[in-house]
């Protein structure tokens, strides 16, 4: 089981400032076999100067850090149950193969933010 940033960082420059981390895809997964199960959603950003990092130096540990304290530990508890219990449904079902996936849609009228190759 693990969590991961799913895709490259979604980010945006203010004044001088390049690269603030505006929206990260995170993904919660679950694995059994070679059956998984996996939630992913957007998380969205705001600048923080007093706690700002430089892009290049992000890890990723960081940035799901910043998620799952968005999230709160209720949810990040609430995640990690759902992702586990559908993938005990799908093997009991169909054996330790496949995979399902939980995914959320939202539309957004924000301006496109640009995506630079994450630092790790």
């Known amino acids: 089981m693990s969590w991961t940033i799913s895709e490259n960082l979604k980010t945006t420059s203010s004044g001088d400032l390049v690269n603030i981390v505006k929206q990260a895809t995170y993904r ?3 694995t059994r076999g070679t059956a ?8 969205e950003f705001g600048y ?6 430089p892009f290049e ?3 990723e540990t960081q940035v ?4 799952q304290d968005q999230l709160g530990a209720t949810f990040v508890s609430q995640i990690e149950q759902r992702v586990s219990d559908e993938l005990a449904h799908e093997v009991e079902a169909a054996g330790d193969i496949g995979q399902t996936t939980f995914v959320d849609f939202e539309c957004s009228d924000e301006l496109e933010l ?6 790790w």
């Open 28 to 30: 919660y997964t679950a």
């Open 36 to 43: 998984s199960a996996y939630y992913e959603k957007v998380a």
């Open 48 to 53: 923080d100067e007093e706690n700002f990092t």
């Open 57 to 59: 130096s992000l890890t």
């Open 64 to 67: 799901i850090g910043w998620v």
């Open 114 to 119: 640009d995506t630079p190759n994450n630092p």
